[in-house]
């Protein structure tokens, strides 16, 4: 491993950088991103039944929120629970759009990574050609020199391409999970707003008939008196 790097020259080390902050990137995206951490299985479902039985209290609803991305959006939701559908929708569409940069978060970086590796190879790839030109002296050639000028161009340029190309794939695998996460999330939030409307309307009836009727207010004594004239 030594040799190859002593082969590829100095330009190397940018590319080992990289090839490292590449695998730590891909490595935590995709820990953070499976579907069980992002979307949990049920959770909407769970949460709705809960609020059926009118069992949603605000502990609940904090740890709610810290269970998964999706928890937190849900979590607003039932915050504002009572509000309009409008306001209730907005608050929610605006903590979307906090767990959309959280799962975002990483991807640029890892995006850069793969367009700049082959830039990076192709800096060590002048630096080759540089070394080769160089060892054209008048004197005569220098065949070392012109060896090692080769060999730095040439592993530069596969160990860039070597970078590139997995970045490039890990990053638009993560960005496709992401946008995919993203659509059913906005499905789920539009499923949570109706179900949470329609138990909320269908127990306004049930409460007002449990509600018990006022008793009727007893004639005042004056009118019952006047009354009882008009009867004798």
Known sequence: MFSLIQAAG????FLIVASIAAVALIVERFISLRRKVV???RLLDDVLSLHKVEQITPDLIQKLE???PIGRIFATGLRQELAPRDVMKEAMEETGRAVAHDLEKYLSALGTIASMAPLMGLFGTVVGM???FGAQAPAGTNPQQL???ISVALYNTAFGLVIAIPSMIAYRHFRSR???YLVEMEQQSLRLIDTLRAQRLAQQPQAAAAAPAAPAAAPAPAARGRAKGVKQ
């Open 10 to 13: 100095w330009p190397i080390w």
């Open 178 to 180: 992401v946008d995919s």
């Open 39 to 41: 979307l949990p299985p």
């Open 66 to 68: 810290a269970s998964a």
């Open 147 to 149: 060896a090692h000028g």
């Open 130 to 132: 540089i070394e080769i």
